[in-house]
């Protein structure tokens, strides 16, 4: 895979204001920690956060924006998302089971309120059903 060598569109001009540029790239800073949070933790959403990481850094810092788009536990996740080609059945395998397993221990144990294990089971349903609709990805073997 080539690595990407600056943001992709050109209307996009890194923002010469000092202050802009350092709260964007907290913004982005921030989306990122998260983003890798939601690796593990199934109820953030991973992918929209990555973008949103993406797109600070596109704006405040060509140097973060390349680090992020070839960076290599992300780069490739979010170029493919980019692209379209979807994410790796693994991946989604492993997203629903810890989504499910995660969701399951907190409305069995931890979540005394009906109501809030109702909302906690339509959230696990609304991302299953959104991971499910994304293209998978194969990787195209030598």
Not at 18 to 32: C, D, E, H, N, P
């Amino acid at each position: 895979m080539p690595e990407q060598k600056s943001c992709p569109d050109p209307a996009v001009k890194p923002k010469k204001n000092r202050v802009v540029r350092a709260l964007l790239i907290v913004a982005g800073t921030i989306s990122l920690v998260f983003a890798a949070i939601g690796l593990v933790l199934p109820l953030l959403p991973t992918t929209p956060l990555l973008l949103l990481a993406l797109a600070c850094y596109c704006r405040s810092s060509e140097r973060l924006y390349l680090w992020l788009i070839n960076n290599k536990w992300f780069g490739e996740y979010i170029r493919n998302y980019r692209e379209g080609k979807g994410v790796p059945l693994k991946t989604k395998v492993l997203a629903i089971t810890l989504l499910w397993a995660t969701i399951s221990v907190s409305v069995l144990f931890l979540v005394p309120i009906l109501i809030v294990q109702i909302l906690l089971l339509v959230i696990a349903i609304a991302v299953s059903i959104h991971i499910l609709r994304l293209p998978t990805y194969k990787k195209k073997v030598p």
